[in-house]
């Protein structure tokens, strides 16, 4: 028994924040998510899957948040159009949009990862300029520094970050540019 525990620990470690990550896409009520998505580990628990098959159970994984997802769109009366871009989506008559989320979704992970791992200045000042979209004044005025700082520790932020993420730079301009 302790075996079972032991595997379904490594697996909820291994992929919660993931599919915590995916899940986020479409509902955007982090307790809600976080709730769908344990709920699909403690139904691993209840129905004793099997877990030692990491290629299946990643599948399994993400396609039962995914029709999670779409459960609780409908059960929460969300507009329709939420509901069908989530089907569609993830469709099997069209299983490569539900590939291309995939690879989306983790590169996009991959990303915030390597934002999160930048020097903490550094993150700071990279955050509020690229994700909060404030401009070099204003970031400089934020923080209290001078707007020298704020040009250089972006520049070092896209420099390491470039570094970090050069193998996934194709497709990372394929997502931005879709």
């Known amino acids: 028994m302790v075996n079972k525990e032991k595997l379904l620990q490594n697996l909820f470690n291994e992929h ?3 599919l915590c990550f995916y899940a986020g896409k479409y509902i955007k009520d982090m307790d809600s998510v976080k709730d769908i998505v344990q709920e699909v580990f403690v139904k691993i628990w209840e129905q004793n899957i099997n877990v030692q098959n990491p290629i299946a159970i990643k599948s ?3 396609t039962t948040v995914s029709n999670a997802c779409i459960n609780y769109l409908k059960s929460t ?7 069908d871009r989530i089907r569609q989506e993830t469709s099997e008559a069209d299983p490569h949009n539900y590939i291309a989320d995939r690879i989306e979704n ?3 992970w991959e990303l915030f990862s390597a934002i999160e791992g930048l020097p903490e200045e550094c993150r700071k000042i990279f955050k509020l300029s690229y994700i909060e979209n404030l401009d070099i004044k204003e970031v400089a005025d934020t923080l209290n520094i001078s707007t020298h700082t704020v040009k250089s520790q972006r520049a070092r932020a896209k420099k390491l970050l470039q570094e970090r993420l050069k193998d996934l730079f194709p497709l990372l301009v394929l997502i931005f540019l879709k």
């Open 16 to 18: 919660y924040q993931h």
């Open 60 to 62: 399994y994984l993400y």
């Open 77 to 83: 009366s969300i507009h329709n159009r939420h509901h």
């Open 106 to 108: 983790e590169v996009m």
